[in-house]
């Protein structure tokens, strides 16, 4: 079993800053891609910002510029630093990692529970 468990969400007022973190655990030989995607009340889920095991990073273009996403490979981890905050980056916030648990396995994607950020005044 894998598990992604995020951690770091809050309410913030505009402007504001906010750090996410997402530590994937269990039964894990090796994790590809990382990512963070969210989902705001009545919209679609939306990729947020992603980043490869190189570190390649993708960002949304809504969030460049703001948000910054980085990866601790050895602790499986990502991180999201979220600033100049707007009211718009409100939503549930989830984690995504594409993991393979064998060495000669097929990876796979698993989810976080999710995290909610709420930016208002």
């Known amino acids: 079993q894998v598990q992604l468990v995020e951690s770091g969400g809050g309410l913030m007022q505009p402007g504001g800053s906010l750090r996410l973190s997402c530590a994937a655990s269990?039964?894990?030989?090796?994790?590809?891609?990382m990512g963070w995607y969210r989902q705001a009340p009545g919209k679609q889920r939306e990729l947020v910002a992603m980043?490869?095991?190189?570190?390649?990073?993708n960002y949304a273009d809504s969030v460049r510029g703001r948000f910054t996403i980085s990866r601790d490979n050895a602790k499986n981890t990502v991180y999201l630093q979220m600033n100049s905050l707007k009211p718009e980056d409100t939503a549930v916030y989830y984690c995504?990692?594409?993991?393979?648990?064998?060495?000669?396995?097929?990876?796979?994607?698993?989810w976080g529970q999710g995290t909610q950020v709420t930016v208002s005044s």
């Open positions: 995504n990692g594409v993991v393979r648990q064998t060495w000669n396995g097929f990876y796979h994607a698993y």
């Open positions: 269990g039964s894990i030989f090796s994790v590809s891609a």
């Open positions: 980043t490869t095991s190189g570190n390649n990073t």
